[in-house]
Structures are given as C-alpha cells and as structure tokens.
C-alpha cells in the first residue's frame, strides 16, 4: 500500500490546528489564576476557573482515548466476547458517577491540587512518595499504550513510519501541555473530542452501506460470519466479568478524575455536575466506535480489499477500527476517521502526562524535599518533568513488546493499593501510616500471586477456579500455557487491602496508646508523634482558602503562612458538614 498524500495533509492540518489550539490557550492564560494564586498550582489546576462547557469537555476527553474507541470496537468484534464484554463505556461512566457522588465533594472542598495530597497529609511523606510509584506506573504506561496504538492505526491507513508518527503525535502533545499546562489540555480538548465525534460518526453511514457488510440488526442475534456480536456471559465467566467491571468503575475513580477534574472546579457541586456531563459524554461517544466493531463482526472480508482471512484469525482483532475504516470507506473518509484516532490519542496522552508531573514536582520534590522552594522553580520542575514523563512513555511505545501488559498490571495495581488507601484517607478516622504499609503490602502480594498472561507473568497463587489453558497462535503455531483465574482475584485483593489497612491502623494505635508498645517504637510517626516534621502539614498542602478548621491536622506548623484567612471559606464549611470556627472554638 502506498503513501496517502491527501492522508498525510489532513495529518498535518490536524496537528497544526491541535498545536495552534494549545499555544492560544497557554498565551491567553498565562496570567490567570488571579493575585496571590502560585502559578504553579494554576498550571496543575487551571487557577480553578475552567468553565462549564470546557471542563466537562476537557473531563470526557480524558477518558475517551485512542485504547477507549478501539478496545470498545475490538471487545464488540471479537468472536465470544462482544457488546456483553465492551465494558469500558458503562465502566467509565459508572466510574464518574461514583467519583462525583462520593469523591468530588471531599477533594474539592479541603482544597486538594493533587492526588497524592490527603495521602501525605494523613501518612506522611515518605509513603506519599510509595504510592507514588504505582500512580506514575499507570500514567506512564496508559500515554505508552495509546501511543502505541495510534502508531500502528497509522500505519495501517497511511502506512506511513509508525516511529515516526507516534514520536510527532507526542511531540506535540507534550509541548504544548508544556507551555500551558491544564489550560492547553482543556482547550486542546475541546478540538479533540469534536474530530472524535465528527470523524466517527461521519465513517460510520460509508462503512455501514459497503456491499460487503450484512445487516448489524440480524448479526447481533444470528451467526452469519461469525458468532453474534451481542454476545454473551456464562455462568462460569460471570465473576470474571464482574471483577473486571468493578476495576474499571473504581480504578477510574481514583484515576484521573482526582487530579485533572475534581481538583479543577471553583466548588465541590460544580466538580460533581462536571462528572455527571461527563458520565453521559462517554456514553455518547462510545456509540460509533460500538457500530464499528458490530459492522467488522457483519462484514464478509472475503469480498474486500483485505483480503480471505479476517482480522480475527489474521491476530488483528485489536486494529478493527482503522481496519474498518480503510477497507470498507472511502479513502477521504477514512481520514477523517484517522484524525478522530489521534484526536483520542493525544487527549488522553497529554492529560497522563500532566497528572505524572504535578504528583512528582508538587508531592515529591515540594513537599517531600524542597519545602522552601519558590514558586518559580516549581514550574520548572513541572516543565522538565513532562518532557522527561513524556519521553519516556514515548520511548516505551516505540521500545518495549507489552507496554498493553505493563499498563495492564499497572492499572490493577491503583485498583488494589491506592484506591483502599483512598477510601481510608477520606471516609475512615484513625487511618495511620503503620495500616497503609500494611495495605500496601497485601494488595501487592495478593495482586501479584494472581500473575499477569500479558507480561507472561506465573502466579505463584492458584484461586479458586484457576487452570491452565493451552493456547496455539494461529501464525507461528507456537504452543503456550496459560493460567486462567475465574475467582475475582482483583476486587477481594483490593477489599483485603482496605481491610488490612483500618485493621492494622487501630492495632497500632491501640497498642500504642494503650501503653502496651513503647512510644520509641513509634518509628513511623504515626501514631504518637503527631506533631513530628513527618507529617505534612495541613498548610503545605492546600491553599488558605481552603481549610476548614475540624480538617487542620494536629501538628506543627512550620511554615510562616497566616491561618488567619483559612476558616472563612464559605463554600468548604457548608461543603464539608458540620464544622464551623464557632463550633470548633468551643471545643478548644
């Protein structure tokens, strides 16, 4: 197949209008956030003031992404799964819905800029820096992944370099997240989402009419060329699926949610209705990526240009959406499509990489180093860090076999070790540091005991249910063995996670304040030592318009900001419940 120059023109006009949008927004914005307001919190949240309609744009777009509309069109196509296994649309939604019932509200009344704040505000610094690895491991491998995925989409329209185009398409998203940081992601967004919607939907009519394409309607009850693409669940699948299910609606409620959306909002109830838009913008856009993947289940391959051996039994089932779109639309169709592909792509890269640098240049280097340092070389950290961020997603998606495996296991790491310790932070009193360590470590254990096929990962723990499976690759005709886990290993690691947290935090604060263990045990400061320098403090963390007084953590100040204008916050004390200065006095 040749080189498309019509294809390789509306790319470029594509990305040059991306990178124009991003620059615009950087310049427009670059004194935004008002008197007073550090600027490197106005890159992280967009000085709070992102409007309506941008932020619910900016918020659907960070899920919508290049893994989203092809793994929905994937799971619909593939033979044996189908719409019944397409679980990221509804996962995704229910995940936003959740986050902005339980979650929005207590993130962004206390102020939070990042998600690891309440972690370093209730655990400290050094295991705010632990789950920092597996944060950065999810954000880092998910922009690899979908890098990945728009270079091979690129290569199968265009068959253009696929080095090449993955390294352009993160060029460009990193340089103008870069310059204008939340603001040029949001606005950069809304250009994004619009070519996804567009694209799609226009590809959808041209590929639905090809002549080789049965009706969907009949095709998803009946076997026509393959089984229906409905499909269904069995009873032996049925905890598999609900495992999966909950991992995609509450690792995304921690996910990006926390620190690109519930942080960003002027108020907690604004945050919640961003949510909601966009619970239903994922909805919505999830549509033409599910007619494209019933339309590849409806379509006799032998009467196009690919050729007689479907992309199933071809080991493409994963590039069914721009295989669609080259061989049953119009060329000049197809692009559009192409442009919807790294339209989804770039806006969940720059978004990964923008949360990655915040959590480092704020919650490492900040708060976990450099607590004096000026608001100026914040930024720069911030700066060096997306780039460094961003290249090295890009050099895995270039480098690395199973960046798809690695984000695999990465995003069930958040799920079983950082969402438990999300839940105890925010919603259980007398969380302590001994407990998290002692979440951490069964979350990880029990996680990792489950193994991982993609990286070829053996576990070392055999659930209830578990076999092995004989697997021949249709091309090589290599034989592997494969073990299978039918027991919902993810969510009861998660749930012992939580469990061991609270259990071990009130161990340990009973036996140290119960005087059975001495205080010189108390190594971690956890328990005793609450007014020790390893404890963040409360004003680090959050702006001072910002803190209710019942949340101020007990310790010592030690920085020279005024508190004076921290407990006249409105918005946070009705927010928040029941505390109020008057209340809070009468106690002291």
């Known amino acids: ?121 209730i655990y400290g610094k050094r295991m705010g820096g632990l789950l920092f690895i597996p944060a950065l491991m999810g954000e880092i491998f998910w922009s690899a992944a979908i890098l990945s995925a728009l270079g091979a989409t690129l290569s199968v329209i265009v068959d253009i370099n696929i080095n090449m185009s993955v390294m352009i398409s993160a060029l460009i998203a990193i340089f103008y997240t870069l310059v204008g ?65 909950c991992l995609l609606c509450l690792f995304r409620c921690w996910g990006h949610s926390l620190a690109g959306s519930f942080c ?37 391959w032998n009467q196009t240009a690919y050729g007689s051996v479907s992309p199933k039994d071809n080991e493409q089932s994963d590039m069914i959406l721009p295989i669609v779109l080259q061989y049953l639309c119009p060329p000049y169709i197809s692009f559009f499509g192409l442009g919807a592909v790294s339209a989804a792509v770039m806006s969940s890269a720059d978004s990964s990489i923008l949360s990655a640098s915040s959590m480092f240049a704020r919650n ?44 695999y296991l990465s995003s069930d790491l958040v799920y079983v070790i950082i969402f438990p310790q999300l839940l105890s932070v925010l919603f259980v009193k007398g969380t302590n540091t001994y407990g998290s360590v002692a979440g951490y470590i069964f979350g990880l254990v029990l996680r990792i005991g489950g193994g991982e096929p993609y990286l070829k990962l053996p576990p070392f723990i055999c659930y209830p249910g578990c076999f092995v499976e004989q697997k021949t690759h249709r091309l090589t005709m290599e034989v592997e063995y494969i073990t299978v886990q039918k ?54 963390l959050v702006g001072n318009d910002n803190i209710i007084l019942s949340e101020m953590a007990p310790v010592k100040p030690r920085l020279s900001m005024s508190l004076a204008g921290t407990f006249t916050n409105k918005e946070a004390l009705s927010d928040d419940g029941d505390s109020s200065p008057e209340s809070n006095n009468e106690h002291d």
């Open 1 to 121: 197949m040749a080189i498309h120059a019509e294809g390789l023109v509306a790319i470029v006009i594509f990305y040059l209008l991306i990178l124009a949008v991003g620059i615009w927004a950087a310049w427009k914005n670059k004194n935004a956030g008002g008197e007073g307001v550090d600027q490197s919190e106005t890159i992280m949240v967009g000085g709070r003031d992102i409007g309506l309609f941008v932020g619910g744009f900016t918020m659907t777009a960070t899920w919508v992404g290049g893994g989203y509309i092809n793994g929905t069109a994937e799971y619909v196509y593939l033979p044996g799964f189908g719409l019944a296994w397409a679980q990221a649309p509804f996962g995704y939604a229910l995940s936003l819905v959740v986050g902005g019932l339980f979650f929005a509200k207590p993130m962004r009344s206390r102020g939070y800029v990042t998600m690891l704040d309440p972690f370093q505000q």
């Open 181 to 245: 940081g939340l603001y040029s992601v949001a606005y950069t967004d809304v250009v994004q989402l619009f070519c996804i919607f567009v694209g799609l939907w226009i590809s959808v009519p041209f590929a639905l009419s090809n002549p080789a394409v049965s009706s969907i309607a009949v095709t998803a009850v009946e076997k026509v060329h393959q089984e229906p693409w409905l499909g269904s669940i069995k009873p032996s699948e049925g905890w598999m699926w609900m495992d999966n299910f």
């Open 264 to 300: 960003l909002p002027a108020s907690a109830t604004y945050a919640q209705v961003l949510s909601f838009l966009a619970a239903f913008g994922c909805i919505v856009m999830a549509i033409p990526s599910v007619l494209i993947g019933a339309i590849g289940a409806s379509t006799d």
């Open 364 to 407: 490492i280097y900040q708060l976990a180093f450099r607590q004096s340092a000026s608001d100026r070389e914040i930024i720069w950290v911030m700066r060096i860090t997306i780039f460094v961020f961003g290249a090295l997603a890009t050099a895995m998606a270039l480098l690395t076999g199973t960046v798809y495996g690695l984000w």
């Open 487 to 540: 027991f919902p290993f993810k969510t009861v690691s998660m749930v012992a996670s939580f469990l061991g947290n609270v259990a071990f935090s009130y161990l340990a604060k009973y036996l140290f304040e119960s005087g059975t263990l001495s205080p010189k045990y108390d190594f971690l400061d956890g328990v005793l030592s609450k007014h020790s320098t390893e404890i963040m403090d409360k004003t680090t």
